[in-house]
């Protein structure tokens, strides 16, 4: 088994990736959305030009680049909020060292879209680096201020997983095959997020939840208060899986920054503002994803009604449509569900 079969939905990544690590140039930039994957296969990449059998995946150099515990591969995590000057240079000096075991060495830097300031020194170390360095670089997108860096490298994109995809891979990896659908829908093409549902209990739940409203609906406004604050507290439970997910991430880089007698202080500081924003936009797509199973129940409802109804079907999905889009503005969560849940309580 290889280095790469554990790298799912990249094919041309992989191929690109797996023909570079027999005779690799001294630079690579992985381009693509949080979630696509880039880490690990970075990860295998690594593997693959340590190992002297180009990735088998079970040697101790494979295991240990793997594991992110190899001599030859160093891996840069920033601490702070940039990626600063500073540790351009270090990476740099990382570089510019021999390999301590095998014939080269690998230097890993991630969240290299954050380097706008460091550009020019860390094109400066990628640029002229010893014959025996490779470095693979890690973006989300392109800044404009790395457009040189990323022309000394070779770019491997990585896109959004496809849907149908997602489906194969869930469902290979032993979930149930309907979930398995329902998550690949509100996953958003990331890998992450799509495990971070499959472990979380609730998910089932709160989609039956959603899919329950038109039946529940009695035109009374006790009950569209009750099932708005039901609603909410189901977005509230969706979140607890990646808060987490967010704890153990803090702690790792407590532990980091402290061996690296970095401040913690700073790095607490910003990582709290990404959790923040994290949850913010988690939150959204949860809201986002219910109303989307909602406009499906009533769209589904449309197969079997008579025409006279339809119209009114095709009212209620536009009124969910309309709050769908009302997110993006942060409003009021109460009031915004309150709002439609009369409306459709109006039409339907
Ligand atoms: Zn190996």
Redesign the pocket.
């Known amino acids: 088994m290889g280095v790469f079969d554990q790298i799912v939905g990249q094919h041309r990544a992989v191929d690109i990736l797996q023909a570079s690590a027999r005779s690799p140039v001294h630079a690579y930039m992985l381009l693509g959305p949080p979630g696509s994957g880039k880490r690990d296969a970075a990860r295998a990449f690594a593997?693959a030009l340590l190992?002297?059998?180009g990735?088998?995946?079970?040697?101790d150099?494979?295991r240990a680049a793997l594991a992110e515990n190899h001599v030859d591969l160093s891996v840069h995590r920033r601490t702070g909020q940039f990626i600063s000057v500073e540790d351009a240079r270090a990476i740099g000096r990382i570089g510019a060292r021999r390999p301590v075991k095998g014939l080269r060495q690998v230097v890993v830097v991630e969240d290299v879209h954050l380097a706008a300031a460091a550009a020019p020194a860390l094109l400066k170390s990628v640029e002229e680096p010893p014959a025996r360095t490779v470095y693979v670089l890690l973006a989300d997108w392109l800044p404009s201020q790395l457009a040189p860096l990323a022309s000394r490298c070779v770019i491997v994109e990585f896109t959004p997983i496809p849907e149908d995809e997602m489906i194969d891979i869930l469902v290979s990896r032993g979930v149930d095959g309907s979930l398995a659908r329902d998550i690949a829908k509100v996953a958003g093409g990331r890998l992450d997020r799509a495990e971070l549902l499959v472990d979380d209990p609730s998910f089932s739940l709160r989609y039956q939840l959603w899919r329950s409203i038109p039946d529940r609906l009695d035109g009374s406004g006790a009950t569209i208060v009750g099932l708005a604050r039901e609603l909410l507290d189901a977005c509230d439970q969706a979140i607890a899986v990646l808060k987490a997910h967010q704890a153990e991430e803090m702690t790792k880089a407590l532990e980091r920054a402290e061996q690296m007698g970095a401040s913690i202080s700073a790095a607490t500081k910003e990582i709290e503002d990404r959790h923040h924003r994290e949850q913010r936009k988690w939150r959204n797509d949860e809201l986002r994803f219910g109303l989307g199973v909602l406009a499906e129940t009533y769209a589904n409802s449309l197969r079997t009604m008579a025409h006279a109804r339809s119209g009114r079907v095709l009212q209620v999905i536009e009124a969910i449509d309309q709050a769908s889009r009302a997110l993006v503005r942060n409003p009021n969560e109460s009031l915004l569900l309150e709002a439609l849940l009369a409306q459709l309580t109006l039409i339907s």
Do not use: K, N
């Open positions: 593997a190992c002297s059998q990735g088998c995946g079970t040697c150099d494979c």
